[in-house]
DNA sequence: TGTTGGCACTCGAATGTAGCGAGTGCCAGT
DNA sequence: ACTGGCACTCGCTACATTCGAGTGCCAACA
């Protein structure tokens, strides 16, 4: 049986009260607070279809009705208009993020404004290194067989590494070693590198430049040095003993792991939220909770991820809205520096 | 009244027994567990002393006793002798910790490693800034009119800042100017380079050095570049329906606060451990936990601080020796470093 | 066919009552 | 100074009762 306007509009105002009053929503509170022109026994007959189809659900035999995930989906999918930010809000993101000095500055903000916007956990993961291109790369001797090789990134991003060299190696030799490699690698993205560092080893093939080589590749390659920024796991104790019941434990847990963390924007594009809704996310501590994230980056370009994690009792339209904001200004953002 | 032996080792039988069990522990389970030599109405009035002077509480009249913050400063400081660590804990640190590549490395993994042995709430301060010295000063520049200043530390760490300079300025000029900094600088502590920077500015007074100094002097000064890594926020909710009781929330909040955490380490010395206990904290939300610090750095010199973060109601004696010890293992690992 | 009012029914939450038992404080005896 | 005994307290659990929000169903109606 396919649902018809009204009972769309009936799941449409369950979810909303649900998610404002955070309790289980019945027909006749229904009807008092929508003017869906209809009686609490017609509306009690749309809630018996809607939850054959799966989409509301009982806790109990006598109490109101609650969305199911699939219900969320739903919602989200075709029944929520994007809810515009407030010039509040507006004005609190710009001035939040207007003072920030360097990368990991504007990474630290934004996860707090995040957090503080949406009330929820929110996540930041920095400029993935994959996706950037190489602005510079120096060596620095700190002593006579020690290098530091420090590699600046055009989002900002700064890694190091300690290189052994084999012997004492003049500081000339090294100087000219980092002309050969900036030449090599300056301005190319960070994931077309690999084969240009072969070139140069098997040009060069003196033990320094392959002793260097090894770290930079190292640096280049792996991904396990991709960062995250996290904030705001207290609000997650706003929910303990309701939506959350028990599993607080097991999403702090999950939120400490790096890995996980990274899943969470997989496969983030710029300008498209992806929404994950309950059982729909792959991490099994994190089934009770919903994720929106997004891609930012200067211009179209994505080199990052970054979203909220909370209940899936969380009001979608106005998350959705914000991290779409914060992500369009960290995005503007980067594009100046 | 002064409190007898017997009376002590009542005391400490209770913080053991309530520590381990987590439940108010009575005069007869008491006896029971503990070689005592008396009978359990002897222990009542031992306890009822106990009670007048502050040291143990009853929850409720027909319950049995439970430490006051107070039981537990007298356990710690008289009763306790420190637990050796079993040579399982032992080869878990070396194991954890060994791999390490960087300082980044270094202090995460000592963090995971210690919320993870004490089941507890971690936190690791990153070397000091200002307890560290200048190895190497490093000017990169990335266009015409911009440089960036990488500052390495003798702790290993680094610090990086973008320089605008005043007009376009040549290569060579960047360079010279780079040696005559770390000349003035290099091994010095950074607590006393900034009259030498100015120095520096005098005798050279032209506008390139002086945007670098200023910039310089940023980084060497600016105390709020001090950092600490989290982990293990997690085991908090164990504890949540018991002794945290809702503060749950206030205390997640709290360790939000990079400022709250550093305040942790506002006075460490290396080697002495320091325990504050309950209402000894001075931040209001943390009054309803324990936490045990302490310094750590290559030697006897202290370049940061560690510890962890729990209920008042702790083992004290394998917390300390464990935060000891990881104290101890990394400021080795930055020696060798 | 869709909507409505009415009504019996269900069941969770709240409230009240009673008994149990761990634990205490006190006291008299050794 | 210690001990056994005893009356007393009081939180906890179990059980019974009530209350009410909310439902499903049905017959009536447009």
């Known amino acids: 049986m396919a649902l018809d306007d009204r009972k769309l509009e009936v799941l449409r105002a369950i979810v909303e009260d649900y998610v404002a009053t955070q309790e289980p929503v019945g027909s006749r509170a229904l009807v008092e607070r929508h003017a869906l022109g209809v009686s609490p026994a017609t509306v009690r007959n749309d809630m018996a279809v809607l939850e054959d189809e799966g989409y509301i659900r009982q806790p109990h035999t006598s109490a109101g009705r609650v969305p199911t995930d699939r219900g969320y989906r739903l919602f989200v999918d075709r029944l929520?208009?994007?809810?515009?930010?407030?010039?509040?809000?507006?004005?609190?993101?710009?001035?939040?993020?207007?003072?920030?000095?360097?990368?990991?500055?504007?990474?630290?903000?934004?996860?707090?404004?995040?957090?503080?916007?949406?009330r929820q956990v929110a996540v930041v993961q920095y400029p993935s290194l994959s996706r950037s291109a190489v602005r510079h790369l120096e060596l620095v001797p700190v002593s006579t067989t020690r290098l530091l090789l420090v590699m600046i990134t055009d989002t900002g991003r700064v890694e190091q590494r300690i290189v052994e060299l084999p012997g004492p190696t003049p500081v000339e030799d090294i100087t000219e070693l980092r002309g050969a490699i900036n030449n090599k690698l300056a301005g190319i993205k960070l994931v077309d590198t690999p084969p240009l560092v072969q070139e140069l080893v098997e040009h060069r093939s003196d033990p320094v430049t392959n002793a260097v080589a090894v770290v930079l590749l190292e640096t280049l390659v792996e991904r396990h040095e991709e960062r995250v920024a996290l904030a705001g796991t207290a609000n997650l104790a706003r929910f303990n003993s309701l939506d959350l019941a028990g599993?607080?434990?097991?999403?702090?847990?999950?939120?400490?792991?790096?890995?996980?963390?990274?899943?969470?924007?997989?496969?983030?594009?710029?300008?498209?939220?992806r929404v994950r809704i309950g059982d729909e996310n792959e991490v099994a501590d994190l089934r009770t909770t919903s994720v929106v994230s997004t891609g930012y980056g200067p211009g179209s370009t994505v080199v990052g991820g970054l979203g909220v994690l909370g209940p899936t009792r969380m009001d979608y339209p106005s998350t959705i809205a914000t991290v779409r904001a914060v992500a369009r200004y960290v995005g503007d953002l980067l594009a100046q520096h």
């Open 80 to 118: 929520s208009k994007v809810k515009p930010l407030s010039p509040a809000e507006r004005r609190a993101i710009e001035r939040f993020l207007i003072g920030a000095v360097d990368l990991d500055d504007v990474v630290h903000r934004s996860v707090r404004l995040l957090a503080q916007l949406t």
């Open 247 to 273: 599993s607080l434990r097991p999403i702090l847990e999950a939120l400490e792991e790096e890995v996980i963390l990274l899943k969470l924007f997989d496969e983030v594009q710029a300008g498209s939220t």
